[in-house]
């Protein structure tokens, strides 16, 4: 199993720019997020997805958006890219069956928007 | 509500010395809780978890951490510091009831000098 894989690595972005960090999935979760980590915030939420079609905001939505069509993809776009977007995105996914069940991180897209 | 404090933004030890990273919690649930561990540019790993059937938790490279309740504190320990565990330590509490959702506290960063 590959896990958790997201494309690209690493991206700079010119302010009012679209593009879509890719987020797929080979462990058959269904739930799947994104976070952004900043400088001393810790990972803060942006979106989730408890299956396929379902999709929710988290603490940090605005800018982005998401959709899951199916159950191993969960990009992240964002609309029009601002400097206050740089930083670093995790997509991570968890089983459904435990609220226990560890959630899996990919190994990060850093973003960073001019 | 939940959430996660993590109360050292930075802890220094001596290689061969107690870590003790501090974590305090507040839900409205039964929490689940976890530590996550960053290296440097990397993703992240889960150390342990807190699942109810035991109060201290056994993780993985030595670390555990014990779940009180009358404190509010999932506290990180490992008997003796190793060079190798320099790294950023994530406190996470889940945000909702079903657990889906995770709240990262802000992170402490421990230091281990030769």
Same mark, same amino acid.
């Given at each position: 199993?590959?896990?958790?894989?997201?494309?690209?690595?690493?991206?700079?972005l010119k302010t009012g720019q679209s593009m879509t960090l890719q987020c797929a999935q080979d462990m058959n979760h269904e739930y799947m997020s994104w976070y952004r980590q900043d400088p001393g915030m810790g990972l803060r939420l942006i979106h989730y997805s408890v299956g396929a079609g379902i999709t929710d905001q988290g603490e940090v939505p605005n800018?982005?958006?998401?959709?899951r069509s199916t159950t191993e993809d969960f990009p992240l776009r964002l609309l029009s890219a601002a400097p206050s977007q740089t930083s670093v995105y995790f997509c991570a996914s968890r089983s459904d069956s435990s609220s226990y069940n560890e959630q899996f991180f990919g190994p990060g897209t850093r973003l960073t928007v001019l | 509500a939940q959430s996660v404090t993590q109360l050292d933004s930075h802890v220094s030890v001596s290689e061969g010395t107690p870590v003790l990273l501090r974590c305090n919690y %507040? %839900?409205? /649930? %039964?929490? %689940?809780?976890?530590? /996550?561990?960053?290296?440097?540019?990397?993703? +992240?790993? +889960?150390?342990l978890k807190y699942t109810s059937a035991a109060t201290l938790v056994k993780g993985i490279n030595g670390f555990e951490a014990e779940f009180k309740k009358s404190e509010t504190s999932f506290h990180l320990t490992k008997p003796s510091a190793h060079m190798s565990d320099a790294a950023e330590y994530f406190c996470v509490v889940t945000l909702t009831s079903s657990g889906y959702a995770l709240n990262f506290g802000k992170g402490t960063s421990l230091l281990v000098t030769p």
């Open positions: 199993n590959a896990g958790v894989t997201q494309t690209p690595k690493f991206q700079v800018g982005y958006n998401v959709s | %507040s %839900s409205s /649930y %039964s929490p %689940s809780l976890f530590w /996550y561990v960053q290296h440097p540019n990397k993703g +992240l790993q +889960l150390l």
